[in-house]
Nanobody, 123 residues
C-alpha cells in the first residue's frame, strides 16, 4: 500500500510562487508513475503534470512554462514548483500515483491519492 502526503499549500498573491511536496511511503516513488491534479470549487479534477518512473514528464497546457514537477529519490518525495501563479490556479492540489507506467490525464486511472493541499491565489 502506498501512502501520499501533500504539503506546501497556502495563500499567495498573483505572480507569486509556491512549492508543493508529496512524501510517499510504502513504495519508492521512482517505481511509480505519479501526477498532480487539482480541483477548483464546483469543477472536476483536472490534470496538471505527471512524471513517469523513467523521469519523463507531461504537462498540461494551462500550466506549461510555469509549473515543474521533480523528484528527490533519496527523500522519496515529489515536488510541484508553481511560478507566476494566477487566481485561476486556486484549487485543492492532489498528488496521485499509479502502478502502470503510462501517464494518464484521467484521474480515475490512478491507484493512490493524497489528501490534498489548498492553494489560494489572490488578485
Amino acid at each position: 500500500q502506498v501512502q501520499l502526503v501533500e504539503s506546501g499549500g497556502g495563500l499567495v498573491q498573483a505572480g507569486g510562487f509556491l512549492r508543493l511536496s508529496c512524501v510517499a511511503s510504502g513504495r519508492t516513488l521512482s517505481s511509480l508513475t505519479t501526477a498532480w491534479f487539482r480541483q477548483a470549487p464546483g469543477k472536476g479534477r483536472e490534470y496538471v503534470v505527471g512524471i513517469r518512473w523513467t523521469g519523463g514528464t507531461d504537462t498540461a497546457d494551462s500550466v506549461a512554462g510555469r509549473f515543474t514537477i521533480s523528484r528527490d529519490t533519496a527523500k522519496n518525495t515529489e515536488y510541484l514548483q508553481m511560478n507566476s501563479l494566477t487566481p485561476e490556479d486556486t484549487a485543492v492540489y492532489y498528488c496521485a500515483a499509479k502502478q502502470r507506467p503510462a501517464i494518464s490525464w484521467i484521474w480515475n486511472d490512478y491507484d493512490y491519492w493524497g489528501q490534498g493541499t489548498q492553494v489560494t491565489v489572490s488578485s
